[in-house]
């Protein structure tokens, strides 16, 4: 059996009293805003519910985002497997690198990280996603894992010889 996640080291899973200590600030209203109230860089922020994990690696009728890297080196084409993504449950996103904006030519690169935090908790997930790359060129970083509702920002790092660009995007996890 493989395992999908490993817990980043000096970090324990969430359990009961990780669960109480985001339950207590969430029911005093702490730990998540009403997108309709965020700064005008946070308006648009895709909105994600709450929802079982029955992520797979079949093919996705979910829509692809697109997202560029810092630098403009790359091109990062990007959907969760299945939607809505779920909290505390892990779930799979799909990605695929390019070179020019119009995705005729795949990236080659080293290595592909792919991440996510709350910039405004000044954490990140409790997970390290497994990353697994397919026969087509595109990858898969299964066992992502956002634990509690809320701004996530999710990063993609794409690493070659030595250089790293990071393309990375907002989003709202409802819970």
Avoid: K
Wanted: glycine share 6%.
């Amino acid at each position: 059996m493989i395992q999908r996640t490993r817990v980043r080291p000096g970090r324990r899973r969430p359990g009961l009293l990780a669960s109480l200590a985001c339950a207590l600030p969430l029911a005093a209203g702490a730990c998540e805003r009403d997108p309709s109230n965020a700064a005008a860089g946070e308006r648009n922020l895709p909105a994600a519910s709450a929802a079982p994990d029955t992520a797979t690696s079949q093919p996705s009728a979910v829509e692809w985002r697109v997202a560029s890297s810092a630098e403009d080196t790359y091109y990062v084409r990007w959907r969760p497997l299945s939607e809505p993504i779920p909290m505390a449950d892990p779930f799979d996103v799909e990605v695929e690198v390019w070179t020019d904006e119009a995705m005729t030519r795949p990236a080659d690169f080293d290595q592909l990280i792919v991440d996510a935090g709350m910039p405004h908790h000044g954490h990140g997930m409790n997970v390290v996603a497994e990353i697994e790359r397919r026969a087509d060129g595109s990858w898969v970083a299964r066992g992502m894992l956002m634990h509690m509702p809320g701004r996530w920002q999710v990063y993609v790092d794409v690493l070659d010889d030595g250089r790293l660009e990071r393309s990375q995007w907002s989003m709202w996890l409802s819970g």
